[in-house]
Nanobody
Framework: QVQLVESGGGSVESGGSLRLSCVVSGYTYETYCMAWFRQAPGKEREGVAAIDNDDSKNVADSVKGRFTVSQDKAKNTLYLEMTGLKPEDTAMYYC???????????????????????WGQGTQVTVSS
């Protein structure tokens, strides 16, 4: 069983920065894709960024140039560095991992929630204007 625990959320003003972390524990595999998603009230869950075990990355157009995804394999930790935050970035942010090959960041395209079977509980990000 895989456990994912996010942290680092909070409240910031527009233009501010936050770094989210996601620690993965339990039974893991060497080949994977990890991703960040977000969900605002009344909206569908949206893929934000993804990274493969080989550090291939895919970032959604809506956050490209502002958000950076990275990982520390030694710490089994996924990061999302968010800069230039806007009120529309306000959402619950979730990390997820897929070990089944449903999706790889190297393939590009839309990062879809349905391709990921392991999820964290989320961390809230609120950006005020």
């Amino acid at each position: 069983q895989v456990q994912l625990v996010e942290s680092g959320g909070g409240s910031v003003e527009s233009g501010g920065s936050l770094r989210l972390s996601c620690v993965v524990s339990g039974y893991t595999y060497e080949t994977y894709c990890m991703a960040w998603f977000r969900q605002a009230p009344g909206k569908e869950r949206e893929g934000v960024a993804a990274i493969d075990n080989d550090d291939s990355k895919n970032v959604a157009d809506s956050v490209k140039g502002r958000f950076t995804v990275s990982q520390d394999k030694a710490k089994n930790t996924l990061y999302l560095e968010m800069t230039g935050l806007k009120p529309e970035d306000t959402a619950m942010y979730y990390c997820a991992v897929d070990y089944t090959g449903n999706y790889y960041a190297s393939a590009g395209g839309t990062i879809k929630p349905a391709n990921f079977g392991n999820w964290g509980q989320g961390t809230q990000v609120t950006v005020s204007s």
